[in-house]
């Protein structure tokens, strides 16, 4: 028997003092274990890193082309110092990955970001057996419930459609990894071109010379030979980082119609707050039956949960005989946060 926690949490990061590695480190670390390649949890100034395959390219573009970068496949086991280490899918979004980590008796999951309803494009979330479990809980309230992603798009390609029928340009906010492919898969391509801010264009271009197979899209030029002029854009869906909105870039569309894809938009007041005309209720994270689905497959009896309504959701699964604490973490900064809802909301 072991006689202390294989993972420890640290003001570095998750910790594995056996192997002597972290997992998702928020400080300079020699061995780091990406679970993906979001910014809150693949951080620059790693010694060496280690990720799924589909993750390094990103990496490479986000952190610089001269990190000490090795991938990894799903289910590929490694050992170091005795712990097994391997990858499995998260579904949250390419390249995701769940670490499992088994020493003796325990076996640790750390599921970092995850979605289990399969999207098509990110390997399909897996459940894994453990004894400890890592959770993330962005979602973790009852009121977070996704409907399927096919009746998103549905919505999404009738707000484009009706645009385009008039001749406006239909723009829309998605992360530029992760969210932007995963609508650029998902809507119907035959109501006009696909348009992309170069933030998520380059993100693109990177995943498609990994390998990823990625429909269509075309990069907004502004300046040169080569520029669009606004009646480029007249049937166009623009796909743009939220942090394009409000910002000279989006003038050259003229008069267009926002859109605005997130989990968060199933808050009300949400899509107001952020002057948006149509709010998409499609998140990449798990929502709340999802979470517990999740958090039941693993057999787990210690379940720690990390950034998201953590407090709210640890509390309920002490609730449900699961021993379970909230763990600090700084992960959580890559996406919008959003007020908890009010008392009629919940």
């Given at each position: 028997m072991t006689s202390k926690a294989l993972l420890k949490f640290t003001p570095s990061g998750i910790y594995c003092e056996q192997a002597d590695v972290f997992i998702d480190p928020w400080r300079r670390v020699k061995r780091a274990l990406i679970t993906h390649a979001h910014s809150d949890h693949a951080r620059w100034g790693m010694e060496a890193y280690l990720a799924h395959n589909h993750s390094i390219p990103v990496m490479r573009l986000r952190l610089g082309k001269d990190i000490?970068?090795?991938?990894?496949e799903y289910n590929q086991s490694i050992r170091i110092n005795g712990v097994e280490i391997s990858f499995h899918p998260a579904g949250h979004i390419i390249g995701s990955s769940q670490i499992r980590l088994a020493y003796q008796d325990q076996i640790w999951v750390v599921s970092g970001d995850y979605k289990v309803e399969d999207d098509g494009l990110a390997t399909a979330f897996e459940p894994i057996t453990c004894t400890h479990f890592i959770t993330e809980s962005t979602f973790g309230l009852p009121v977070y419930r996704w409907s399927p992603q096919e009746e998103v798009f549905s919505q999404i390609n009738d707000w484009w459609a009706s645009n385009a029928a008039v001749g406006?340009?239909?723009?829309?906010?998605?992360?530029?990894?992760?969210?932007?492919?995963?609508?650029?898969?998902?809507?119907?391509?035959?109501?006009?071109?696909?348009?992309?801010?170069?933030?998520?264009?380059?993100?693109?271009?990177?995943?498609?010379?990994?390998?990823?197979?990625?429909?269509?899209?075309?990069?907004?030029?502004?300046?040169?030979?080569?520029?669009?002029?606004?009646?480029?854009?007249?049937?166009?869906?623009?796909?743009?980082?939220?942090?394009?909105?409000?910002?000279?870039?989006?003038?050259?569309?003229?008069?267009?119609?926002?859109?605005?894809?997130?989990?968060w938009m199933s808050l009300r007041g949400a899509r107001r707050r952020r002057a948006a005309d149509r709010g998409f209720i499609l998140s990449d994270h798990a929502d709340w039956d999802g979470l517990n689905w999740a958090v039941q497959e693993t057999g787990a009896e210690?379940?720690?949960?990390?950034?998201?309504?953590?407090?709210?959701?640890?509390?309920?699964?002490?609730?449900?005989?699961?021993?379970?604490?909230?763990?600090?973490?700084?992960?959580?900064?890559?996406?919008?946060?959003?007020?908890?809802?009010?008392?009629?909301?919940?």
């Open positions: 000490r970068a090795q991938g990894i406006r340009p239909s723009l829309i906010t998605a992360y530029s990894l992760g969210k932007a492919q995963r609508i650029l898969q998902g809507v119907d391509h035959e109501i006009g071109p696909v348009f992309t801010h170069g933030a998520v264009e380059n993100t693109n271009e990177v995943l498609r010379k990994a390998g990823i197979q990625l429909k269509a899209s075309r990069q907004v030029i502004g300046q040169g030979p080569d520029a669009h002029k606004k009646k480029d854009f007249q049937n166009a869906l623009i796909i743009a980082p939220p942090s394009a909105v409000g910002s000279a870039w989006v003038k050259r569309f003229g008069t267009h119609s926002l859109g605005m894809a997130s989990g210690y379940v720690y949960v990390t950034h998201g309504y953590s407090e709210i959701y640890s509390r309920w699964l002490r609730e449900q005989g699961y021993k379970s604490q909230v763990v600090e973490t700084l992960f959580g900064e890559e996406e919008e946060q959003e007020p908890s809802p009010t008392l009629d909301q919940k």
